[in-house]
DNA sequence: GGTGGTTTTGACAATGGTTGTCAGTCTTGA
DNA sequence: TCAAGACTGACAACCATTGTCAAAACCACC
């Protein structure tokens, strides 16, 4: 019923891509298109605006980067360390985020959606806090 | 610590915002701002699109509808029957939508932001899928 | 049933993130 | 080396959402 999973596309190595790597490498938070955008121009290396949300878009189309919206409803991005389906706790104020796994949270979302009879099942789930270093200044 | 709820300040009755309320309560599915205000016009009772963003954008703030974010990153609301926090069900295609409760899911996300001292904790929590009727189609 | 002050409305402009365009450039495999 | 096609970037277009502000509606209170 699902749509198998493609073997994730090759795609050409370009010194943009690269650029666009580096810095989600570099980055600990989530990052949008546009401050990366900003960042990559103000180190030198100018990558054109279209180019850096087409990556990102490419990235997180092969799973390589993980998405959500921000507040403002941006959205914004991060390389993970996991590789595996997981959340994140975020912090409000700096963006400090921690990976998170749920087995029980994942058993749990299938059953009520099993229950409902829905199918083809997705979720999103994200933390929101104040962390220990915002919360001291 | 945190500013007491305030007791959902009054507003007045109007023609423009009976018409959203009404709207709402006879839609069952997450709907948005624009698709709202394209029916009400279609219904004759034409309201300005800044007013139904007005309204909405109210409704939202005193918790008398639910908003969440379509997968085009475009807000969509709805009157839901539980007043408590509660979480979704969606049917990607047709926006069939079930109310969810979890109080275990609540437990664990407090329980792993206290792990990693994050405080002033919420979170987002929702389920997408095919609906039962979607499928056999 | 008039009056002044506050709230609400709506047409329109402005904002801002994101996507589309398309001619020129770069990669790649043969 | 070369051609096919992928990639880029400046720019325009899109579109949801918000800001503006004068006119309209509303609400005590006289
Ligand atoms: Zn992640
Ligand atoms: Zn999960
Ligand atoms: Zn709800
Ligand atoms: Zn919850």
Known sequence: MTVREQPAKEHRRTRQRAAVDDVLDETEDFISAQELHALLRARGAGVGLATVYRTLQTLAD???????????GEAVYRRCVREEHHHHLVCRSCGATVEIAGPAVERWAKSVADQHGYSDVSHTLEIFGTCPRCAAA
């Not at 993980?66 to 507040?71: G, I, P, T």
């Open 62 to 72: 092969d799973g390589r980067v993980d998405v959500l919206r921000s507040d403002a």
